[in-house]
């Protein structure tokens, strides 16, 4: 899900440090942050962190500066990577950002690279709550709707390949109608809140952003997780894929929409 991405606090090409510097210490810190900068610029990152960290012992208070060491931390983490230090460069930019946030508990940039950090680790119910804050800070950030989405899924689909696995059953997305009644049990009592859950938000993202293909993609993919739950009614059953079938065409449609301005933008069509 490649989506989900770390934000580029640092990408832009020229950074304006719009601080006036006074006295010795910020000028020096001024100097750290701008090599800093430059470093991150190239993918030195340890560099980049040593600059930004000598910044902050310099002057704390300097503008951005934890914000540019956070997210210097945050790029050393590989989305996935079970090890210890994977998990420590984590935990490092997690502590800057708290930081952050200590000073502005509103900090969006904060809220959202921390819920990244989280699902990076795949610790899903961290990174879900902190998709949450950053809901109750912008309630109409479509990026944290899609996501919360996206983790009710990814656990609903684990816990259903899990149960059908156990009866010696593979997942067809159509809703499983052969499972044993105690499978469809299990997966009921797994899934139902992350399937209700997971339709919401995502419904809630397409309402913010008619025309984000990829949240209709995970809305096809959870109707057919809550196929799953109608073990008992096959109309249910059916309509539910119904519903998933009609969100993957519209997806499909979408995109190709999507491509298709994307394009004219390229090739400097002007559509009225």
């Not at 000073?103 to 879900?128: E, W």
Request: glycine share 4%.
């Amino acid at each position: 899900m490649n989506r989900i991405a770390r934000l580029p606090v640092l990408a832009a090409a020229t950074i304006m440090l719009v601080a006036s510097a006074t006295g010795c210490k910020r000028l020096e810190a001024r100097d750290q942050l701008n090599k800093g900068v430059e470093a991150y610029k190239e993918a030195r990152y340890e560099e980049a962190i040593d600059h930004f960290q000598r910044a902050v012992n310099l002057d704390p208070t300097y503008p951005m500066t934890r914000t540019y060491l956070a997210t210097a931390y945050a790029q050393e983490v590989v989305p996935g990577l079970d090890t210890p230090e994977n998990e420590k460069h984590a935990q490092m930019a997690i502590d800057e950002f708290q930081k952050v946030l200590a000073a502005d508990p509103g900090d969006t940039t904060a809220l959202k690279q921390i819920a990244t950090m989280y699902y990076d680790l795949k610790k899903f119910d961290l990174a879900k709550q902190w998709q949450l804050n950053v809901l109750n800070a912008d309630p109409k950030d479509e990026a944290a709707d899609y996501t919360i989405g996206v983790i009710d899924w990814t656990q609903a689909y684990a816990n259903a390949v899990k149960a059908l696995q156990g009866a010696g059953m593979q997942d067809d997305s159509q809703g499983n109608a052969r499972m044993p009644q105690k499978v469809c049990r299990q997966i009921q009592d797994e899934n139902t809140p992350l399937v209700t859950e997971g339709l919401r938000y995502l419904q809630d993202a397409v309402n913010i952003r008619p025309s984000d293909d990829e949240a209709m993609v995970y809305l096809n993919l959870m109707y057919r997780r809550k196929a799953d739950l109608d073990c008992t009614d096959a109309d249910a059953r059916k309509a539910d894929l119904a519903q998933a079938d009609a969100w993957r065409e519209k997806a499909l449609g979408t995109r190709r929409a999507n491509e298709e301005k994307a394009n004219n933008k390229v090739n400097g069509v002007v559509i009225q």
